[in-house]
């Protein structure tokens, strides 16, 4: 059964710095690729960050130089690095595959950027 438990989120002021992290089980977690989506009030769920097994890495134009994708294969885990953070950015953020998610899905955790 997949899993996938998202943390670190919080209120955070603009310019500031976030690191979120998503524990995944159930699935051979290194044999995909795997993706940060967020969702803001009122608005569909957005692919922002998507890493490859392999390292790769890709961006929606909106976080391209702010936000960071990586992966630790050892401990089922993707993170994701949020740097010089906007009200814009404030959504909840999910976890799952960065290409054919997941019909499950994870709490998300909130990010929340307001002075």
């Known amino acids: 059964q997949v899993q996938l438990v998202e943390s670190g989120g919080g209120l955070v002021q603009p310019g500031g710095s976030l690191r979120l992290s998503c524990a995944a089980s159930?699935?051979?977690?290194?044999?995909?690729?795997m993706g940060w989506y967020r969702q803001a009030p009122g608005k569909q769920r957005e692919l922002v960050a998507a890493i490859t097994s392999g390292g790769s890495t890709n961006y929606a134009d909106s976080v391209k130089g702010r936000f960071t994708i990586s992966r630790d294969n050892a401990k089922n885990t993707v993170y994701l690095q949020m740097n010089s953070l906007k009200p814009e950015d404030t959504a909840v953020y999910y976890c799952?595959?960065?290409?054919?998610?997941?019909?499950?899905w994870g709490q998300g955790t909130q990010v929340t950027v307001s002075s």
């Open positions: 799952n595959r960065g290409d054919y998610p997941f019909g499950s």
């Open positions: 159930g699935f051979i977690f290194r044999l995909y690729r």
